[in-house]
Nanobody, 122 residues
Framework: QVQLVESGGGLVQAGGSLRLSCAAS????????MGWYRQAPGKQRELVAS???????NYADSLKGRFTISRDNDKNTVYLQMDSLKPEDTAVYYC????????????????WGQGTQVTVSS
């Protein structure tokens, strides 16, 4: 009864920008750490960035300076601003979050979104 829904993916030219959004919906009591991962064809899923409820961020070293993660706790939403996109950024981007439900035990469980495609053309 809870889910993460991503939006904002699409096709952009190299050097362009995209802003991804991920909203947790359903019987959500609280959100904790949220983040973004990506997976390119033939490669393992890798961390892009994460952010704690208090706003502490963690980025993949190769993406620092180009990507910015943020969140709105009141909306249970995490964002990923992607600037200066490169063809190698092409991947399916997945939202990830630790959520506490209104009906379950008072602890956080980890959830994944369905993914949104980001394609950067050269």
């Amino acid at each position: 009864q809870v889910q993460l829904v991503e939006s904002g993916g699409g096709l952009v030219q190299a050097g362009g920008s995209l802003r991804l959004s991920c909203a947790a919906s359903g019987s959500i009591f609280s959100t904790n750490t949220m983040g973004w991962y990506r997976q390119a064809p033939g490669k393992q899923r890798e961390l892009v960035a994460s952010i704690t409820r208090g706003g502490t961020t963690n980025y993949a070293d190769s993406l620092k300076g180009r990507f910015t993660i943020s969140r709105d706790n009141d909306k249970n939403t995490v964002y990923l601003q992607m600037d200066s996109l490169k063809p190698e950024d092409t991947a399916v981007y997945y939202c990830n979050a630790d959520l506490m439900t209104t009906y379950g035990r008072p602890s956080y469980l980890n959830y994944w979104g369905q993914g949104t495609q980001v394609t950067v053309s050269s």
